[in-house]
């Protein structure tokens, strides 16, 4: 009994160009979690402790975000 092989290999490059292509999505997608944080971070440093009391968070929960990627 014969067998048909129905895969075929991949195009030259298609491998490397995939992983290239993963690699800036997943440079994008940090650098939009990052934007999204530092944003975060400066709307709530601009609140007054009495504010961020209101909304159930302390200074320091706010300086504990300060962490990571350039001080954000």
Known sequence: MATLNTTKPAP???IA???AIHA???AKNGFV???????TY???S???SRELEDIGLS??????MNTGFFGY
């Open 12 to 14: 030259f490059g298609a």
């Open 17 to 19: 160009t995939f992983r």
């Open 24 to 26: 800036l999505e997943n």
């Open 33 to 39: 979690a990052w934007n999204a944080n530092r944003k």
């Open 42 to 44: 400066k709307q709530l």
């Open 46 to 48: 601009a609140l007054t």
């Open 59 to 64: 200074r320091m929960d706010v300086e504990n």
